[in-house]
């Protein structure tokens, strides 16, 4: 939720801002925003920030950046995702004090900062925007004032006012060659360049630019100049900088000839699983980065949000038949605010590609109180649940750029199935010769995925014909029902479309009265050697007779099948790795059909970091 940049150095800090507001907007994009501390004052100016903010994609601030703009090699730039005030150009980022000397753009939610606005309010500051950050940018210009101008020790002073979760970062036109920024429970990272430095929500805003990244931790306030980093405790007490080589290329940020993002993550798939398992299987495979005790667990909780939950599921099915543990898999927004039972015992596996996900770290750190032992499974290197976790198993998904997730699912279930194995052979549940096998067919994930990939072409076309339904409905049993559950859920984040998930057994317990003539109904069926293979047929069976189109997902065709979509054969536990595929495409499909926007979905951000 809201992407942030900020710049300091030997260029022109405009351009590099907006590339990485560019590179930021799967953040948020309901309005952006600039202030620039000019090098010379312009007359007309009076000392102020030069700012420049609109409602609406970058696109429309880019529109507005015309004119005479003065030169600066400082800069602040943010993309909004709104929640405190609707999607407005007064709403829009950087809020500025009253004097237009002091800017401040946020990433989060200021919780008390009604009670902010009365106290500031009644010392006359006047406000402009419905936002909770202007009171930050008020309260900063006070602080700042008392400090005698040193602008990291107010934001130190002010960060212990405020509540909630917040990446801040501000600029003062009285001294435009530094930025100070702030976080707590929000992502910021440092960008150490020659001459020139960063702080952004992420590291794709500048690793054009630069590969050094120094993290920062909870309540940790970052001074940046051209030439120095310095980053403090809320009492002010310098910090070592923990500093660490960014290992994507910049390329990997890029549409690289795709339309879209989205399309050119679905084909990236087959690379991220390969490179998800390098080093991690046989004998000699290391799973987990850090040491944990995988032994006296008595049961398994998986909390995570969204895709990540449905990986989750997947990974239920598998971790209980191979590591003989009892798992539960939690939406986190539910777990943390349940007061579940947890204790040394258990094992929390967090689920998330970013990392940020505010209700998911809110849930690792209610199990980490309780004495739960926690693993990570993270695409992002850094990211406070992977911090925050006793051991971590990375995803090497690269970057995920669309709003939509799909090689970041796909390597969240090969990461859940190394994990679930690594249990297995820690507690010898089942046999090594099994464990063997499982592997092999494990690696040889990636090719079948290609293989999938090199035939959508007549899936896309299939799509287009379903495109003014009303509705699409999706049907699977054991881990094809959490596979169902995503297809419904990119199809309704993607096309705007009713679209609904049925384990098959429960259909005829209500859902199956939605059942009409047309109504398309996307069926996973499970490999010919399955139990559950005859009853998914008779469900299929029982759908099509009330006028159902079948949309058939397997590895053999069925008679009742309308069409049909081949994936090549795997054991059942590892078939949602690619079922998963034909799903993405639909639903990819049908967005470009209804002329949606695929990348930025309505209403939706990429790192949802409020709860
Ligand atoms: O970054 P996370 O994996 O924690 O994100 C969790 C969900 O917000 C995310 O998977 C969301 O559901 C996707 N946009 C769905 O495509």
Redesign the pocket.
């Known amino acids: 939720m809201c992407g942030i940049v900020g710049y300091v150095g030997k260029s022109q800090a405009l351009s590099l801002v907006i590339d990485g507001l560019r590179k930021l907007e799967y953040r948020g994009y309901d309005s952006a925003g600039i202030a620039l501390a000019p090098d010379l004052q312009p007359e007309n100016l009076e000392n102020k920030l030069w700012v420049e903010k609109k409602a609406g994609k970058l696109s429309n601030l880019e529109s507005q950046l015309t004119g005479e703009i003065p030169n600066a090699h400082s800069a602040i730039g943010h993309t909004r995702w709104a929640t405190h005030g609707g999607p407005t150009d007064l709403n829009a980022h950087p809020h500025l004090d009253n004097e237009g000397k002091l800017a401040v753009i946020h990433n989060g939610i200021i919780e008390n900062y009604l009670d902010l606005r009365k106290e500031l309010e009644a010392k006359g500051h006047k406000f402009t925007s419905q936002t909770d950050t202007e009171s930050v940018a008020h309260l900063l210009s006070d602080a700042r004032k008392a400090h005698h101008g040193d602008l990291a020790a107010a934001m130190r002073e002010i960060c212990g006012k405020l509540r909630g979760s917040f990446t801040l970062l501000a600029i003062h036109a009285d001294d435009p060659s530094r930025i100070v920024g702030a976080r707590r429970n929000s992502p910021l990272v440092v960008g150490a360049g020659e001459g020139e430095n960063f702080l952004a929500s992420d590291v794709s805003a500048f690793i054009s630019q630069t590969k050094r990244a120094i993290e920062l931790g909870q309540d940790e306030v970052a001074e940046i100049t051209a030439d120095s980093i310095e980053v403090t405790n809320l009492k002010g007490e310098k910090l070592p900088l923990k500093e660490y080589e960014i290992s994507w290329n910049a390329q990997a940020a890029e549409r690289g000839g795709y339309e879209h993002f989205m399309l050119k993550e679905i084909f990236e798939q087959p690379k991220a699983i390969s490179d998800t398992l390098i080093g991690r299987l046989g004998k000699e495979g290391k799973v987990i980065e850090n040491n944990i005790d995988l032994k006296n667990i008595s049961k398994v909780v998986i909390v ?6 449905h990986a989750g599921l997947v990974g239920k099915y598998a971790m209980e038949t191979w590591a003989h543990l009892p798992v539960d898999v939690e939406l986190a927004s539910e777990y943390r605010y349940r007061e579940p039972y947890a204790d040394e015992k258990t094992l929390v596996v967090a ?7 505010m209700d ?1 770290l809110m849930a690792l750190r209610y199990a980490k109180s309780q004495g739960a032992k926690i693993v990570a499974i993270c ?2 290197q850094g990211a406070s ?1 992977a911090r925050e976790a006793d051991a971590i198993v990375y995803t090497h998904a690269g970057p995920e750029i669309a ?4 090689k ?2 796909e390597t ?1 279930i090969i990461a859940i199935y190394l994990l679930a194995l690594q249990l297995a052979k820690v507690n010898q549940t089942i046999s090594p010769e099994l464990i063997a096998e499982l592997e092999y067919e494990i690696e040889s994930l990636p090719n079948k995925v290609e293989q999938i990939l090199e035939t959508v072409e007549p899936l896309r076309e299939l799509t287009r014909k379903f495109k003014d339904a009303n509705s699409m409905l999706f049907l699977g049993r054991h881990v094809g029902y959490p596979t169902v559950l995503e297809g419904a ?2 199809l309704k ?1 993607l096309a705007y479309m009713h679209a609904e998930g049925f384990a098959g057994g429960e259909l005829k317990h209500g859902p199956i009265a939605l059942i009409d003539n047309g109504t398309p109904v996307v069926a996973i069926m499970p490999p010919a050697n399955s139990i559950i293979a005859e009853k998914m047929a008779s469900n299929i069976q029982e759908v099509k007779a009330r006028g159902a189109v079948i949309i058939q997902i397997g590895d053999h065709k069925l008679a009742s099948a309308d069409h049909y979509i081949h994936i090549p054969t795997s054991p059942e536990f590892l078939q949602p790795v690619l079922a998963v595929v034909p799903l993405q495409v639909i639903a990819y499909e049908m967005a470009v059909a209804r002329g949606n926007d695929v990348d930025q979905p309505r209403n ?1 951000a ?3 970091t409020v709860e």
């Open positions: 995570a949000c969204g895709t990540a939950y689920i998330s590609q970013s990392g940020e996900t998911t695409n992002t649940i709003v939509a997730s799909t970041a699912f969240q859920l990119k984040e939706l990429k790192s949802v």
